[in-house]
Every structure is written in C-alpha cells, then in structure tokens.
DNA sequence: AAAATAGCGGAACATTGTTCCGCAAGCAAA
DNA sequence: TTTGCTTGCGGAACAATGTTCCGCTATTTT
C-alpha cells in the first residue's frame, strides 16, 4: 500500500485502473461472471497480470463496485434525518438497495450462491451494508414500526436475494417483492 | 418409453435407477451441483452412461426431483379444502414448498442463478407448481385476502429466491422471512 | 555497471459439463 | 448356428474457466 514513488509504480497502478475499467465494462455486457480471460482481453493485459493486482475474482467485483457500496451505506443516516418516520426511511433506502443490485447482472445470483470464491464480495457488503440497514432497522423498532424478531442481516439478505432477476422476473417485480416484504415486516 | 421388453433393456432400467439413487444421495450430500463424475463413480458407471440416459446435467436433478415436486403441487387443492381460510391454506402450501427448497442444497440457488443448462428444471417447478400455487392464490383474492396484484409466478419466484440459504442465512431464516412476505401480501 | 526485483504476458494446470468413439453382448435375419 | 446390426456402456477427449507458475523486460538499487 505505500505507493513507492516510481514510473514503475505509476504504470502499474495505470494498469490497474484499466483493468477496472474493462472490468466494469464487462460486468455491464455480460455480468458478474464474465470470464477473466475476456476482461484481460479488453482491457489489453494477460491474465496474470489482472490476478497480481487482484488474488481472486471476487476481490474485481468487490474493487468494482466498493465504491457504490460504500455509497449506498452513507445514504442511510441521511435518509433518517430527512424522512418522515424511520420506516420510510428504510423504505427509501431499500429502494437505493435494489436499484443497486439489480443493475448488476447475477450480482444477486453471485451473492446467494454461496461460491466460497466470492467470500470477500460478501463480507464486504455485510460490513458495510449491515450495520447501515442496522441503524434504520433500530430506528423502526425504537417507533414500534417493525417486529423486533427482524435483523438487519436476515432482512438483508432476503432483500439481497428477491432481486435475483431472470428473463421472467424482472427489476420491476423484484422491487414489488421488495416492497411487499417489507410490508410485512411492518407493524 | 415404449419399454421393449428383454435382457438389455431391464439391465438399462436398473442402470437408471442406480444413476438416480446415486444422484439423489450425492446431492443430499454435496448439493444439486455435485459433479456429474462423482455421481458416475458412485453408480460405478461411467459418465458417458450417465449422458445417454438424461441429455443434461438438469435433466438428472428434474427426474430425481419430480416425484417429490408432483407430490407438493398435488399438496395445494387437499389444503384448499382442508383450511379454515384460502390464506391460511396458500401459507400452509408456502410451508411445504419452502421445507422442500430447503432441504435440497443449492437448488434454489440454481434456479435463480438463470443457468440456461437449467431450463428444464426450470420449466417443470414451473409447469406444475404455478398453477397449484394459482388456485390457491385466486382463492384468496376471492376472499379479499391477499393483493390482487400478486401473480403466482412472481410470488413463487420470490419464495424461491427467499429460500437460498447459506452459512449465516439457514432454513429457519428462510422460513421466517417467507412468513414476512405472505404478510405482506395479506389484504 | 551489475545485481535485484517489480510488473507483466501467457502457457500450463485443475475442475467440470458434454461429446465421441470403440467395444461387448443381446437380438434378428439367413 | 452363424452373421451382422443395434443397444448400452465406459472412459478418453474436448471446451470453458478460475488460478498458478515461470521466464522476460525494464526499473531500481547497490
């Protein structure tokens, strides 16, 4: 991590960067699971190369999207101050949830799979997700608008898991499911 | 299917079944993606066998699943009678489903994920599950009791979704927030 | 200037789904 | 019965993909 000073080192992170950028562009072509082997390909490098900056698959994804998870969490305190009711707020801030998810083809799918390749995708989102939903869901329970039984974790992951889309299930339902689920989740 | 009758044909009969028990306890214990020559070696034929008898990979995890599949479809009319409410039976139903999602390893997991070499199984939970799920789901808009706006598709597909476990998110989970959705759905 | 090393490219390896081919044996025709 | 066809089978072979490894180049250090 302490950028050694060097034309070395400013090639490398060059070359880091557009293994980001071919990355995600492919993710928006073909999905999470676009082969290592095309994102090499676009973004000009060999395969080593991608895996000396990143050790696994996940740690790409997880670099990919960092940056919109991190987003996605600092919403939440905000969303707390300016709504309404707790509950909205939680609302709202499923809603940024789900928008994030489902415009990342099989991201739902990789999370739920379970892979033990994609640990890293998951812990990270659980870091920094969780506790962010935590302090909405708090909220909601301390206004007696959710069941207490309910924990951000679970809630999380079943929001996590209904906007895994498919050619008949689309975003639109997966937001509908959404909202249902957390209907229920009401008190 | 016109079973001709003969030494050959029965010896190809038993081989089947063998494949199929041998997939069964292999999926109980490594989950629907148990690789197909692990499920050869413990049939003690080779994977060639396996590939004459079912073309694909979900057509092996179709016919081992589909009597317990028929059997929950069929479950869904006994309930609609037997229940005090339509909504009451449509969750005892949900029950049913969930138990069985459940204990099957990755099945969930695989459906969702939108692997195309799953279509089969796909179309078959589909073919025979939704219109079960349907009747039970008119009933209850009848009764004013759940949003008409719910169709058996995406509610079975949400069920689904909501039952892809893993190591921090198990079947209790799976159960609980599938009682939160059909909450939400209640009128 | 010589030696060490970071960064890189791509061949090579492991796993998995799937296809292909040759073989053995039942079955039918001669 | 003998001969040739067909079924069913086993496993090698192929393709795709994640991952590791090795040798090369050019920068950095001594």
Partial sequence: MPEGTGVRRAQAQRTRNGVLAAAS?????QGVQAPIRDIAERAGVGVGTIYRHFPTRADLVTAVYRHQIDTCAALAPRLLEESASPFSAL???SNAF?????TKHGLGAALGSGDPGLE???ALMLDTLVPACATLLDACVAADEVDPEITAYTLMRAIGNLCITGPDYDRVDAGRMVAVLLAGCRR
Same sequence: chains 1, 2.
Avoid: E, I, P, R
């Fill in 25 to 29: 562009a492919a993710f928006v072509d």
């Fill in 91 to 93: 609302s709202q801030w």
């Fill in 98 to 102: 789900v928008d994030f998810l489902v």
């Fill in 120 to 122: 890293n995708l998951h």
